[in-house]
């Protein structure tokens, strides 16, 4: 349902309306203009990022692919020992801007990435990471 309204946000926000006679009948400003301001206490702000909680098992198993995903592609290897703090963003898929905490060696850092999470599918890819912070 989500994804049919941004779709929809998205194609009014591109067109206007028109008559057979050619006079407009609402423009993307009319729409845009029927929503209400965004509250700051809003729960989820569509294309802004929002706080998310660092334990959802969702958000641990994006915590988890991020470790996994870093691990093979360079060294030293992490092991994961949890989301310290996280929040997404839903445009066309979920974006998850995540800090986790991770273990090198005895050593435990925090460490920063970005990671895409198709809505359909599910599939995930690893944006960008850095760290230790």
């Known amino acids: 349902m989500a994804r049919i309204l ?5 194609g009014f926000s591109l067109c206007f309306f ?3 006679d050619g006079s407009t009948i609402l423009q993307s400003a009319d729409i ?7 509250d700051a206490n809003d729960p989820i702000l ?3 990022f929002s706080a998310v909680d660092p334990n959802d098992p969702k ?7 991020v470790v996994d995903q870093h691990n093979k ?12 703090t996280a929040e997404s963003q ?3 898929r979920i974006i998850y801007n995540i800090t986790i905490a991770a273990k090198d060696a005895n050593l435990l850092n925090n460490y920063r990435a970005l990671v895409s999470v198709d809505l359909i599918k599910g599939g995930k890819k690893l944006l960008f990471f850095e760290g230790p912070l």
């Open 46 to 48: 569509v294309g802004g």
């Open 73 to 84: 592609d360079t060294k030293p290897i992490l092991e994961f020992v949890k989301v310290v």
């Open 90 to 92: 839903v445009v066309a």
């Open 32 to 38: 845009v203009s029927s929503f209400p301001p965004a």
């Open 6 to 10: 941004l779709l929809a946000l998205l």
């Open 18 to 20: 028109h008559r057979l």
């Open 59 to 65: 958000v641990v198993a994006v915590g988890k692919f």
